[in-house]
Structure formats: C-alpha cells, structure tokens
C-alpha cells in the first residue's frame, strides 16, 4: 500500500464531495464519534492524517482521540491505519503530547512514537528545510495556489528502511514527490524523486543531507 502524506489544508483543489467528506470526518473526531471515525478511515485510509480543510489547529484523527482520550483501541486502529504518532498540530504538538496536556493517560502507552530509524532532530529539520526547497524549486506556484502543507520527515523515523517511500501529490504538476531515507545518524540522506506524469523526461532525483540537496539524475520519467 502506498504510503501518502496528502498536504491539503483547504479545499480549493478538491471536488465538493472530497471537502464534504473531510469535514464529516473531522466533525466526528472534533464530536469524539470514534465509530463513524474509524469507519471512514478505513474505507479513505489515505485520510488518516488529514486534517480540516480551512481549518487552523492542523488536528488529524489521531490529535483528536488524545485530545478526546479516546481508548486505546481506537488509537490502536488508528495508528494501523496509518495514523502518524510524529505528526505536529499547528502548534507543533504531536498526539502524544495532546494527551499529556489535557492529562489523558488512557492510552499514552499507543501514542508514544516507536523510533525504529534515528535521526538527530536539528539534522532532521535541516534535511526537511533542503527539501522542501527542492519542492519549491519545482513546484512553488503549485504549492502556493493548492495551499499545501508541505511533507514533514519526523514521520519517518518510525518507518522501517524496507518501507516503501511516501507519495506526495502536487495539484496542477499532474505528479508529485517520493521521498524515502536512505540512511540514518549524522550522514542522514533523503532520496526524493519527482516528476510530472504528462511531461516525458520530467523526473528528477534528489539526494538530501543536511549540507544540501544535489540533483544525481533527471529525463528518467
């Protein structure tokens, strides 16, 4: 299954039914409905980390069952779903951290990130600084018309290496970004590949360190 990190944080590049159907979702979580929740993510599982179109606090389903200290079942589903535990609110919180604020303790235990990649963190916000230039560079007035909320890497520090890379679409490129870590610790790298699915020749890959991105191949789609 194809890992996706979505970046929609309006609904100005979705159908009227798509925004219908991420504001159903988000009213059931906002409402703490955990059943109709579940039952929506695991017919869009690719809506697991989405948040409220429009909306500011940036909370998916998983911020919502630790601000809600739903059971740890629901957050177990969640997070087998493919909710992020590493995922930052707009205020930089993970659900982890949710919960410890509201002192929710129900299911602290399934919110807690399990690191199976290590990354220092300054390493690890430079490297995603470098690439969300790479993503400027190709797509910026794409990005900025769609509203994206560009990809965050701290999710990937619980990826095993054998995961398949994480698929991020840009409205208007007819394409997007995968993006994967290819090695970890100080000489951390990210391998990103891009390219436009109607232009022939449009690929590029990327290898990013916290030094900088370097183009190593492009025309191979």
């Not at 409905?33 to 039952?39: G, I, K």
């Not at 389903?61 to 589903?77: D, I, K, R, T, Y």
């Amino acid at each position: 299954m194809t890992i996706i990190w979505d970046g929609v944080t309006n609904g100005r590049v979705l159908s009227d039914g798509a925004v219908a159907l991420r504001h159903r979702l988000a009213d059931a979580a906002k409402s703490y409905d955990w059943a109709h929740v579940l039952a929506i993510v695991r017919e869009h599982r690719d809506l697991v980390n989405t948040a409220r179109p429009g909306g500011a606090s940036w909370f998916s389903p998983l911020h919502q069952a630790a601000h809600g200290n739903a059971p740890e079942s629901v957050c177990e589903e969640l997070v087998e779903l493919g909710g992020w535990r590493m995922l930052e609110n707009a205020r930089g919180e993970r659900p982890l951290d949710v919960a410890e604020r509201y002192g929710h303790r129900r299911a602290i235990g399934v919110l807690r990130p399990k690191l199976v990649r290590h990354v220092p963190d300054g390493i690890l916000r430079m490297i995603q600084s470098h690439f969300h230039a790479v993503i400027r560079e190709r797509a910026d007035r794409q990005v900025r018309e769609a509203g994206l909320r560009l990809p965050p890497l701290a999710p990937l520090l619980e990826m095993p290496p054998e995961t398949r890379p994480v698929w991020f679409a840009v409205a208007g490129m007819y394409g997007g970004f995968a993006y994967h870590l290819k090695q970890d610790g100080v000489d951390a790298t990210l391998v990103a590949e891009s390219w436009c699915r109607v232009v022939e020749g449009s690929g590029q890959r990327h290898s990013i360190t916290s030094a900088g991105a370097r183009l190593v191949a492009e025309g191979f789609v």
